[in-house]
T-cell receptor
Framework: DAGITQSPRHKVTETGTPVTLRCHQTENHRYMYWYRQDPGHGLRLIHYSYGVKDTDKGEVSDGYSVSRSKTEDFLLTLESATSSQTSVYFC???????????????FGQGTRLTVV | KQEVTQIPAALSVPEGENLVLNCSFTDSAIYNLQWFRQDPGKGLTSLLLIQSSQREQTSGRLNASLDKSSGRSTLYIAASQPGDSATYLCAVPYSSASKIIFGSGTRLSIRP
């Protein structure tokens, strides 16, 4: 299995509180991603990173921020959690292989977040 | 904007049948296409990766093909088994490879 770890795996938090999810990789891959998965919506990209301190928005970025101060860590922060952010959050990584080709993406086991 | 569609949304077949899952994408300027499997309550497991220069990839009973010009990929599963029951997703990275976009998946059920 690819070396990718998400923490925490489960979290219950109250509306209005800040929450930070962590994704840690040991593969030294360039790209890191945060997705959320909800019934009826599939996997939707929140934010992604293409290098240390290089991040950009995905399709559902409102209410979320990210930071990547080291290659191995990508943090997702919910500034002020709302019930609509109750979801399963997945981190993914991918890197460049061979002659510049984009390699496989690997996923973490997910974080189940409940906002009450 | 890239859009990825998977048909059918759900499929139930008896054990032993060969089956095909479909994935289509609107922008043919893709870097690669990847198929994943997801079991209920679990993360995604990579099955096959096809680079944009390739036409197909095989792993055991799985064969994935890619036709960039028509914007289509198929995942062929031979001699299906109950353990193949899961949701299968396809994904394509685009926009300088930084964004990976997923289809909504096909939920596969193999009846013993």
């Amino acid at each position: 299995d690819a070396g990718i770890t998400q923490s925490p795996r489960h979290k219950v938090t109250e509306t209005g509180t800040p929450v930070t999810l962590r994704c840690h990789q040991t593969e030294n891959h360039r790209y890191m991603y945060w997705y959320r998965q909800d019934p009826g919506h599939g996997l939707r990209l929140i934010h992604y990173s293409y290098g240390v301190k290089d991040t950009d928005k995905g399709e559902v970025s409102d209410g979320y921020s990210v930071s990547r101060s080291k290659t191995e860590d990508f943090l997702l922060t919910l500034e002020s959690a709302t019930s609509s952010q109750t979801s399963v959050y997945f981190c993914a990584i991918s890197g460049v292989v061979g002659q510049g080709a984009l390699g496989e993406a690997f996923f973490g086991q997910g974080t189940r977040l409940t906002v009450v | 904007k890239q859009e990825v569609t998977q048909i059918p949304a759900a499929l139930s077949v008896p054990e032993g049948e060969n089956l095909v899952l479909n994935c289509s994408f609107t922008d043919s300027a893709i870097y690669n296409l990847q198929w994943f499997r997801q079991d209920p309550g679990k993360g995604l497991t990579s099955l096959l990766l096809i680079q944009s220069s390739q036409r197909e990839q095989t792993s055991g009973r799985l064969n994935a093909s890619l036709d960039k010009s028509s914007g289509r990929s198929t995942l062929y599963i031979a001699a299906s088994q109950p353990g193949d029951s899961a949701t299968y997703l396809c994904a394509v990275p685009y926009s300088s490879a930084s964004k990976i976009i997923f289809g909504s998946g096909t939920r596969l059920s193999i009846r013993p």
